[in-house]
């Protein structure tokens, strides 16, 4: 059973920082791409970060130079530390899952998401 749990969501003021995680289970971290993606009342889901079962990184260029991707292949967790943040970062984070090694082939399996809000 595949399952994928984020937490660390919470209120957070303009230039603060957070750290999200995304604890997984059912399957064999370093084998899989795991991404971090964001949903804002009214609008799309969009991707914010990547990271691929070798640790390979990409970010929307929204984030780059804000945010980091990680992954403890020990305790099966991936991790999204956010720097500078702005009230547009204000959304539901979710991670996510294809089951493949690389990024960039679609998600299967989403956790139920964490809400960040950045406001003063």
């Known amino acids: 059973q595949l399952q994928l749990v984020e937490s660390g969501g919470g209120l957070v003021q303009p230039g603060g920082s957070l750290r999200l995680s995304c604890a997984t289970s059912?399957?064999?971290?370093?084998?899989?791409?795991i991404g971090w993606f964001r949903q804002a009342p009214g609008k799309e889901r969009e991707g914010v970060s990547c990271i691929s079962g070798g640790g390979d990184t990409n970010y929307a260029d929204s984030v780059k130079g804000r945010f980091t991707i990680s992954r403890d292949n020990v305790k099966n967790t991936v991790y999204l530390q956010m720097n500078s943040l702005k009230p547009e970062d204000t959304a539901v984070y979710y991670c996510?899952?294809?089951?493949?090694?690389?990024?960039?082939?679609?998600?299967?399996?989403w956790g139920k998401g964490t809400l960040v809000t950045v406001s003063s």
């Open positions: 059912g399957f064999t971290l370093h084998n899989y791409a």
């Open positions: 996510g899952t294809g089951q493949t090694y690389f990024c960039g082939y679609g998600i299967n399996y």
